[in-house]
């Protein structure tokens, strides 16, 4: 084998070990990365702790160097082959190809056809999604043998928890692929995310790309210095998608401007890596200043985005975006924002009264005039003069227009939602908060805010009707 090649494998293996591609998992089901013996990192040629890797292989040049590189590193590899038919005798080639390919290595293969245009037509997908659900369900599908000889003893690969030695599927994506990525999702309009390029570990963790170290031009200079044949795609020189178009025109045009275009979006995008692992530090900040409420039933999370604002508003966009689809938003929720806030809603008229609490009334005769009155043990009870109380009551939602007359005011009146803004109330709070009205309409409480002057408990109250709320959402 010569220098080069040499080099390569030592590029991928400390590649591996770098990003913890293939982790062990103790007794005690923690996740680690591989260690020899003497507790140093694995490079991948140490057989002893090596685990079993499923190879997706096409047969093109990506995937064959993969192969090879994996099986050189002694890594125990399965080869998997998705045979889509949509190239009629080319499909079938590349099937021969690989059958071919992994007898000369004696590496096991499975092979898997699927009717690709039968399962497009029946979920309404293109021909690329099709493909791309349908291999990605068979891996999730693919079994974890209890020892690399015996791939027929079978446990759920997306069940990894219970297992010592959980199966991965490598894939060869390179730096290239990732570079394509990255421009494709740049022309669409990305956050900082789809701006880093491929990831080399996925979000399932079984999906591992050890090749992303490697250029294009690596590989096919492995694959020369080790005599190894493979196919071409033919659809790979057609400028009929997006991809083909980046990796066939655009990027051979931004060559001739800048020759080093490739390394340039290469270091930018590890560059973004670190901003985006500074970015994720950051939202474990943001979840210690979400807080959770609960009033009546209804439940919603609130973020206070006032310092990010004030330090990142350049990246802000981006950790909301994160944040949002870190909760699970329900159908009937919506996010709110405002200058200073972010909070869920449940903002549905049926959800909301759905959740209508209930009232406790405790009146009382007074033998004599009451000369103070009891302060209330919460924002959810008070205490009114029952005869200024013309019955019978009830209880609505606020709405625009609403008018109080507040304590104090001697009953002159204020618009309730200058009180709420005089409170600082979010759109959520003023949702969730319930008025108590009489036979004639008027506004007697603004629970949890204001009382009405005319209502209050003065010297002359006979009778006094302590009122309470109760939370108690009603039965479905």
């Known amino acids: 084998m010569s220098q080069k090649s040499q080099h390569i494998l030592q590029r991928v293996a400390e590649f591996i070990a770098r990003n913890e591609l293939f982790l062990l998992r103790d007794k005690k089901g923690k996740e680690g990365i591989l260690r020899d013996d003497k507790g140093q990192m694995c490079t991948g040629s140490e057989t002893s702790c090596n685990p079993f890797v499923y190879v997706g292989l096409s047969g093109g040049p990506d995937s064959v160097a993969l192969l090879h590189i994996l099986h050189t590193l002694g890594y125990e590899c399965h080869a998997l082959h998705c045979n889509f038919h949509l190239r009629g005798a080319e499909s079938d080639r590349d099937q021969q190809f690989c059958e071919a390919l992994c007898a000369s290595l004696g590496i096991p293969l499975q092979v898997r056809e699927f009717d690709t245009f039968a399962y497009m037509e029946e979920h309404h997908l293109s021909v690329e999604m099709a493909a791309r659900e349908l291999r ?38 390179h730096q290239d692929d990732s570079i394509e990525t990255m421009l494709m999702n740049l022309m669409r309009g990305t956050g900082i995310h789809g701006l880093t390029g491929i990831v080399a570990r996925n979000e399932e963790k079984y999906v591992v790309r050890p090749l992303l170290c490697l250029s294009r031009q690596d590989i096919v200079d492995y694959l020369g210095d080790n005599d190894l044949s493979y196919i071409i795609d033919s659809t790979n020189a057609e400028n009929d998608t997006l991809r083909n178009q980046i990796r066939n025109q655009l990027l051979p045009l931004m060559e001739q401007m800048v020759p080093q275009t490739r390394q340039g979006i ?36 609130e973020l206070n985005i006032a310092e990010a604002a004030r330090q990142f508003p350049e990246h ?8 949002t689809a870190k909760h699970t938003i329900p159908s009937h929720t919506q996010v709110i924002r405002t200058p200073k806030l972010l909070y869920t809603m449940p903002f549905d008229e049926q959800e909301l009264d759905n959740h209508r609490p209930q009232l406790s009334f405790e009146e009382k005769t007074l033998d004599a005039p009451m000369m ?14 029952a005869d200024t109380l013309i019955q019978p009551l009830t209880l609505r939602r606020w709405k625009e227009g609403d008018r109080i007359a507040p304590l104090g005011m001697k009953g002159r009146t204020r618009l309730l939602s200058d009180l ?55 039965e479905e």
């Open 136 to 173: 990605y369900n068979w891996w999730q599908s693919l079994s974890n043998p209890t020892t690399p000889s015996n791939p027929s003893n079978l446990s759920n690969l997306s069940n990894l928890s219970n297992l010592s030695n959980p199966t991965y599927v490598a894939l060869g994506h």
């Open 266 to 301: 290469a270091r930018t995008m590890e560059h973004l890596q670190g901003s985006e692992w500074f970015a994720n530090r950051y939202l474990g900040l943001f979840d210690a200043l979400t807080e959770h409420h609960s009033q009546w039933g209804l439940e919603w999370d």
């Open 316 to 323: 802000l966009e981006d950790y909301l975006h994160e944040w």
């Open 372 to 385: 103070r009155v009891p302060h209330p043990s919460s924002p959810f009870e008070n205490t009114f003069d």
């Open 420 to 474: 709420f803004t005089d409170a600082h109330y979010t759109p959520m709070q003023k949702a969730t908060t319930w008025l108590l009205c009489d036979a004639t309409g008027d506004i007697v409480w603004a629970i949890g805010l204001h009382i009405s002057d005319r209502h209050k408990v003065t010297p002359e109250t006979r009778r006094i009707v302590r009122i309470q709320l109760l939370s108690g959402a009603k």
